[in-house]
């Protein structure tokens, strides 16, 4: 069987190849984030003292935290939106159905650069000074489309009548929500919820249009800092792959670990 | 239910603030002459006009050139890559698409950045070269740079489309082709390949649009006088101030993805057409 | 038996289609009612108006002498059972049965012993514990029988329940649901397109097609007296013929004139005739009231299905006899066999 083996290295080579090409790079920048010297190419031995730098820079501290405040509290207002639009599309007529669908689909399709533009638009006509609230707000309005459109699917997947069937049953149409419907659509709304912060969290395009006064997340700073080498920004971006792989991972091994627990119970 | 419909309306209010008027903004800044105040606009085509200088034209040119090679190279790469991870074991499958879109999620502009000190003048590669006495390449701030970078962006997209279109193919149809005695090469070419083609154009329109807009990765790896479609844009609102101009550019734009996301979609249906018999029969 | 629910005019629209056209309709107490009719007939609506997940465009429905159509169904003293059973996927048997007990905040005793009454009543007990996913559809649907009674309604609305189940199934479920509902004795009202179903469980059929009443009637009613071509032929086979009334107890079809036991229709009154299958005898040529030729004939497990070309038409025939295929025949029925209709529009 030669011809199989040939053809299972060149697949192995195959897959080696492709994944030494996406993680060389990070891998790289993660490994000189670590050097002793400014170089980023030569080694020059271990040190955390970018690290230090960069905990002692106020500038990426407080990128840092506006990121984070940003990332937190879009999540959590695009979560609640967008799931309590999706509930109603779901009980809605076609024709509103549609109409929302496809409006929603829009910061979705466009290129972000455009939508980007035309919050700017929107807030410099409004007179409203770009800083933290423009970027919130911004975050929020791109995030809630990505989150109605996540978890609409699980509610295509529920009995159409299982709403009226909790408040046939004597259930107020809150207590319907809150006991039957939300608990059934929860994976769809917390996999939109990572979705939201994961797309707050790496934003640059949007929030560099429509930011200012000083205000900065990570993205922007990474940005306007780029453009000399400078290892502060290979130990900040180190951070922030550990950070989204952290949750990457999370959301990939939570459905393992409750099959196994429902495997258990059985 | 009529309790839950009304859920949809304060997302309907804010859904017309957010997303309608800045849309109906840009095509107001679009048409109209200077001045950044909504207040005192003057309708005009000339924003429409100054694009049509041939400076423009070919940034505009040299921005599609560089996403049609992009694209293409990521279906070359791309569909071999998902080919082989739809057809091994499916414990490994799971696995490797996690690996595979886990760049995805990674901030776009710490992937580009890491791709500057590896291509550099005395970058990683360049010092290898040097220490085996070639070189030094120049590979930063040419169109090689920009279309590798926008390959190691776009390439995610492209492998999970096919790999999605793959795998949920029904494996009893690959079987069927081989009991009516088609071989390896003509099942490939005559059933998965086809079939698999709307994950392909999917693929093209994921890899394609944002490959066609960006301007982070020709600023990173293309240098400052890098300019594509999207670079344009951003000078325009950010150094220039010319916000009308700017507002016509990101409408033309728009129109092309617009127009092209039009055209994958009717290929995608006649080839699906085509794949499920169409009206050949 | 009291009156227990009244629709009157109800009608519904559904963006610019009539489906309901002025339902007038009494329900009473301890009565098993079925909705029959094909799908689109409006049965649904109906029962989901009196359900309260959606109100009628005009008309007033009464329970127990009060007009309800401005309470919500949490509020009605209507439980339902759905078509798909729209169990809680999230919870095992006990707590779907106990969710309307623990909305209503009972103590946990009361909701045990009620629970545990129910599980018995539809023959569960034991299964408390496991998660309603993992049921078979006859068990998911006994477990939706028991949540909607556990909550002691005073009407308890089927909506198509036994659609889904197979048919030797179906049989045992139609039983034990009119013994359920002999047991709690309260109103049970059904909704189903299976003539065969409504025509064991009712007590009363509402026949229903295109938004309107049809007919209402016992299930002897409806078989044998059916007020319409409709009804006559959506409640079993039959040969339905176009005819006129020459006189008192004198019908004329395929140019010639039986006797039949109808009276008081005007003189040369277009009617629909039917003839049931099962009132058909075959009979040698000369003794026949119609003669034909055999054209078919298949053996149905308790009857033989025989049909006979006459001149005018086909006829279906259900006798335990077999007939040669090609033998010329004499079909014979008595008056009293013999069904007139006044023509639909008329």
Request: net charge neutral.
């Amino acid at each position: 069987m030669v011809g199989s083996k040939n053809r299972k290295l060149t697949r192995f080579f195959l897959i080696a190849g492709v994944l030494l090409f996406f993680y060389a790079p990070i891998a790289s920048l993660m490994v000189f984030s670590f050097n002793d010297s400014r170089s980023l190419t030569s080694w020059a031995g271990f040190s955390t003292q970018w690290y230090t730098a960069l905990f002692a820079n106020r500038e990426m501290m407080s990128a840092i935290y506006v990121t984070l405040l940003v990332a937190l509290l879009s999540t959590f207002i695009s979560t609640v939106v967008g799931t309590l639009t999706a509930i109603g599309i779901s009980k809605s007529r076609k024709i509103i159905r549609e109409l929302i669908i496809n409006v929603n689909n829009f910061p979705i399709l466009n290129p972000e650069i455009v939508t980007a533009i035309g919050l700017m638009l929107l807030f410099s006509s409004l007179s409203i000074e770009k800083g933290l609230i423009t970027m919130l707000v911004a975050h929020i309005i791109f995030s809630t489309p990505y989150v109605i459109l996540t978890v609409l699917p699980k509610l295509r997947g529920l009995d159409p009548d299982i709403a009226e069937a909790a408040m046939d049953l004597g259930a107020t149409p809150a207590q319907a929500l809150w006991k039957v419907i939300i608990p059934l659509i929860m994976p769809g709304v917390i996999s939109g919820a990572l979705l939201a912060f994961t797309m707050s969290f790496d934003d640059f395009v949007i929030s560099y249009f429509v930011s200012g006064n000083g205000v900065k997340n990570i993205s922007i700073l990474v940005y306007t800092m780029s453009k000399r080498i400078n290892p502060t920004i290979n130990a900040l971006s180190t951070i922030l792959v550990v950070i989204i792989t952290f949750v990457l991972l999370i959301v990939n091994l939570l459905p393992f670990l409750k099959k196994k627990e429902l495997r258990g119970a059985e | 239910m009529r309790v839950f419909g009304n859920l949809v309306k304060p997302y309907m209010v804010w859904m017309s603030l957010f997303i309608v008027i800045p849309m109906l903004l840009i095509v107001l800044y679009a048409f109209t002459t200077h001045g950044n105040s909504v207040m005192a606009f003057q309708f005009t085509f000339d924003n429409f006009g100054k694009f049509f200088d041939p400076v423009f034209i070919k940034v505009m040119l040299k921005s599609i050139q560089v996403a049609l090679i992009t694209t293409g190279v990521c279906i070359v790469i791309g569909y071999p890559i998902a080919y082989v991870i739809a057809n091994v074991d499916e414990r490994w499958q799971t696995l490797l698409m996690l690996l595979v879109t886990i760049p995805m999620w990674i901030n776009m502009l710490v992937r580009t950045y890491a791709w500057i000190s590896i291509l550099s003048d005395s970058g990683l590669i360049n010092t290898f070269l040097k220490s085996i006495n070639i070189g030094p390449l120049k590979m930063m701030y040419t169109d090689f740079a920009v279309i590798l970078g926008m390959v190691y962006n776009f390439l995610p997209f492209m492998i999970l489309s096919i790999y999605t279109s793959l795998a949920k193919m029904d494996k009893a149809v690959i079987n069927a082709s081989y009991d009516l005695g088609a071989n390896t090469r003509q099942t490939f070419m005559k059933i998965t390949l086809p079939l698999s083609m709307p994950g392909v154009i999917s693929g093209v329109t994921l890899v394609f649009l944002p490959a066609v807009s960006t301007f982070i990765i020709p600023k990173f790896l293309g240098g400052g006088q890098y300019m594509l479609i999207g670079n344009l844009i951003e000078n325009q609102f950010i150094t220039v101030g010319e916000w009308n101009f700017g507002s016509a550019i990101s409408l033309i734009m728009a129109m092309i993805i617009m127009l092209s996301m039009y055209m994958t979609r009717k290929i995608d249906k006649d080839i699906v057409q085509e794949a499920q018999g169409g009206n050949k029969w | 038996m009291r009156q227990l629910i009244e629709f009157k005019n109800v009608v519904k629209e559904f963006n610019g289609v009539l489906v309901l056209k002025g339902i007038n309709l009494v329900i009473h107490e301890n009565e098993f009612v079925t909705l029959l009719g094909p799908s689109g007939c409006g049965k649904t609506t109906l029962l989901r108006i009196l359900g309260g997940f959606i109100s009628q465009s005009e008309g007033e429905v009464f329970f127990d002498g009060i007009e309800i159509s401005n309470v919500p169904p949490y509020k009605r003293e209507i439980n339902t059972v759905f078509q798909r059973y729209a169990l809680f996927p999230h919870m095992n048997v006990y707590d779907n049965i106990a969710f309307g007990l623990n909305i209503k905040k009972q103590d946990k005793n009361t909701i045990k012993q009620k629970v545990t009454r129910m599980l018995k009543l539809v023959g569960l007990e034991g299964y408390e514990n496991r998660p309603v996913t993992l049921m078979s559809g006859g068990q998911q649907q006994r477990v939706a029988i028991a949540r909607a009674l556990v909550n002691e309604p005073m009407v308890l609305l089927l909506d198509e329940p036994l659609g889904a189940l197979d048919l030797k199934l179906r049989k045992e479920m139609q039983h034990e649901l009119k013994k359920i509902q002999q047991e709690v004795g309260i109103t049970f009202i059904y909704v189903t397109h299976d003539q065969e179903e409504a025509l064991t469980m009712s007590d009363t059929i509402v026949v229903m097609n295109n938004g309107e009443v049809q007919q209402i009637g016992t299930p002897t009613d409806i078989y044998n007296e059916p007020e319409n071509r409709f009804v006559a032929d959506f409640i079993g086979e039959s040969n339905i013929m176009e005819g006129v009334m020459v006189d008192d107890y004198r019908v004329r079809f395929d140019e010639t004139d039986f006797e039949c036991i109808d009276s008081g229709y005007t003189e040369m009154t277009p009617v629909d005739i039917v003839l049931r299958p099962e009132d058909i005898d075959i009979v040698p040529v000369e003794m026949g009231k119609i003669k034909g030729i055999v054209q078919s004939s298949l053996f149905k497990g308790v009857h033989f299905e025989i049909v006979v070309e006459s001149p005018y038409r086909e006829y279906i025939i259900h006798t335990t006899d077999n007939a040669a295929i090609g033998q010329e025949v004499g079909l014979h029925f008595f008056p009293e066999d013999i069904h007139i209709m006044y023509k639909m529009g008329y």
